[in-house]
T-cell receptor, first 115, second 114 residues
């Protein structure tokens, strides 16, 4: 069974640009969560999607958005990039995601560098 | 508010030595507790989790963790560390109910000397 796939693996953008990251969950998983990981802040929850609906959202500005498609694949978009958006963006999938006691399966992440 | 503290930012141990990584949490009720490991350039992998029952939990790769309610701790242990255990370790706390917002510690970086 294939794992969680995130593309691209690396991205370099300049301030003001926008970026779209993609995540394909494990087959059969309906929940996809996104996290931002930085050395100083650790893992911070961005949002979770389940059956194409955003179910939970973290404390990030509206520049960060996402969506989920009918095949459970998810995309995350960041508009008007800032230097502080440089981070590793991780996607995690799980079967139902209905409670926080479910095992998360993580992708290898997309390393975003904003110059 | 929920919080997770991993007091040790970086730990170095010798191969074959025992290991204990500390995790303290703040939560009003019994939380769901997790330890994840992140190898360089990789995503996170679940080592073990505690929901209820036996307070000593066995995980993968020879790791175990003990839930101590009185100390609000969930420390990760391994009796004999292997060089391949060098990685970043994260403790996380989850709430009961439908809130999926896991709260994560900042991680402990483990280096293993040969």
């Amino acid at each position: 069974k294939a794992g969680v796939t995130q593309t691209p693996r690396y991205l370099i953008k300049t301030r003001g640009q926008q970026v779209t990251l993609s995540c394909s969950p494990i087959s059969g998983h309906r929940s996809v969560s996104w996290y931002q990981q930085t050395p100083g802040q650790g893992l911070q929850f961005l949002f979770e999607y389940f059956s194409e609906t955003q179910r939970n959202k973290g404390n990030f500005p509206g520049r960060f958005s996402g969506r989920q498609f009918s095949n459970s694949r998810s995309e995350m978009n960041v508009s008007t990039l800032e230097l502080g958006d440089s981070a590793l963006y991780l996607c995690a999938s799980s079967l139902q995601g209905s409670t926080s006691n479910e095992k998360l399966f993580f992708g290898s992440g997309t390393q975003l560098s904003v110059l | 508010a929920q919080s997770v503290t991993q007091p040790d930012i970086h730990i170095t141990v010798s191969e074959g030595a025992s290991l204990e990584l500390r995790c303290n949490y703040s939560y009003g009720a019994t939380p769901y507790l997790f330890w994840y490991v992140q190898s360089p350039g990789q995503g996170l992998q679940l080592l073990l989790k505690y929901f209820s029952g036996d307070t000593l939990v066995q995980g993968i790769k020879g790791f175990e963790a003990e839930f101590k309610r009185s100390q609000s701790s969930f420390n990760l242990r391994k009796p004999s560390v292997h060089w391949s255990d060098a990685a970043e370790y994260f403790c996380a706390v989850g709430a009961s109910g439908n809130n999926r917002k896991l709260i994560w510690g900042l991680g402990t970086s483990l280096a293993v000397n040969p």
